[in-house]
């Protein structure tokens, strides 16, 4: 009589898996359970200990469904006071990580970065949008932490450069020619909010950052 169980089951779980890849839910394993006991011989049932097993992974795969569903609820909670607190972002100037600056208005803009140790040496390479170079600047020696490049606009030639956003890399080395650690960032004052994949992303002069990358919030 339990060739004709397993017969079952067998057929059972085949029929599951081809209406579907995912793993069996709750209401397939109860399906399972309740055609196992019609079909077991009442002279010989299922041992106990293997009945009780089947009830114990009953039992932590509906835990298992309740807690992903609290975690679902608890991110999309979270989701949405990070979108309200997006908005208290407009009109404020932001600095945050990464590689790009705005040439807006005339206005020479700020290159910030910061060293893991002291520089002999500091390089500031300026790329259009086309990833083509159009400004080196040498610093000079600097000494770690928060540092600032002047650029004049211009390009290499001197030729003053048109409005537009530019990405920035900065290549240091110490008194041994060795590679010194940086991390560039970008400023800007807010003008706008996008919503993408239920996250908040702030439109800065023409740029977009998630809001996981801002570092310092001032008027």
Same mark, same amino acid.
């Given at each position: 009589?339990?060739?004709?169980?397993?017969?079952?089951?067998?057929?059972?779980?085949?029929?599951?898996?081809?209406?579907?890849?995912?793993?069996?839910?709750?209401?397939?394993?109860?399906?399972?359970?309740?055609?196992?006991?019609?079909?077991?011989?009442?002279?010989?049932?299922?041992?106990?200990?293997?009945?009780?097993?089947?009830?114990?992974?009953?039992?932590?795969?509906?835990?298992?469904?309740?807690?992903?569903?609290?975690?679902? %609820?608890?991110?999309?909670?979270?989701?949405?006071?990070?979108?309200?607190?997006?908005?208290?972002?407009?009109?404020?100037?932001?600095?945050?990580?990464?590689?790009?600056?705005?040439?807006?208005?005339?206005?020479?803009?700020?290159?910030?970065?910061?060293?893991?140790?002291?520089?002999?040496?500091?390089?500031?390479?300026?790329?259009?949008?086309?990833?083509?170079?159009?400004?080196?600047?040498?610093?000079?020696?600097?000494?770690?932490?928060?540092?600032?490049?002047?650029?004049?606009?211009?390009?290499?030639?001197?030729?003053?450069?048109?409005?537009?956003?530019?990405?920035?890399?900065?290549?240091?080395?110490?008194?041994?020619?060795?590679?010194?650690?940086?991390?560039?960032?970008?400023?800007?004052?807010?003008?706008?909010?996008?919503? %993408?994949?239920?996250?908040?992303?702030?439109?800065?002069?023409?740029?977009?950052?998630?809001?996981?990358?801002?570092?310092?919030?001032?008027?």
């Amino acid at each position: 009589m339990s060739m004709g169980v397993n017969t079952v089951m067998a057929g059972t779980a085949g029929t599951s898996a081809a209406a579907s890849k995912n793993v069996s839910g709750k209401e397939d394993f109860l399906l399972m359970l309740i055609t196992q006991l019609r079909c077991q011989d009442p002279l010989s049932p299922m041992e106990s200990a293997e009945f009780t097993a089947q009830l114990a992974q009953f039992s932590s795969l509906e835990q298992l469904q309740e807690t992903n569903e609290r975690l679902e %609820n608890i991110q999309l909670y979270q989701a949405s006071l990070n979108n309200s607190q997006a908005a208290g972002f407009i009109g404020k100037n932001i600095t945050a990580m990464g590689d790009r600056i705005s040439l807006e208005n005339g206005t020479a803009p700020e290159i910030k970065f910061t060293l893991d140790g002291d520089a002999a040496k500091v390089s500031v390479n300026i790329y259009n949008e086309n990833d083509e170079l159009v400004k080196n600047i040498e610093t000079g020696a600097l000494s770690s932490g928060e540092q600032t490049a002047a650029w004049d606009m211009t390009d290499n030639n001197g030729n003053l450069l048109s409005h537009g956003i530019y990405r920035f890399e900065v290549m240091a080395s110490d008194l041994n020619g060795e590679f010194v650690n940086s991390q560039t960032f970008m400023s800007g004052k807010v003008t706008g909010i996008e919503f %993408n994949h239920n996250a908040a992303y702030l439109v800065t002069d023409e740029q977009i950052i998630p809001m996981s990358s801002v570092l310092s919030i001032s008027n």
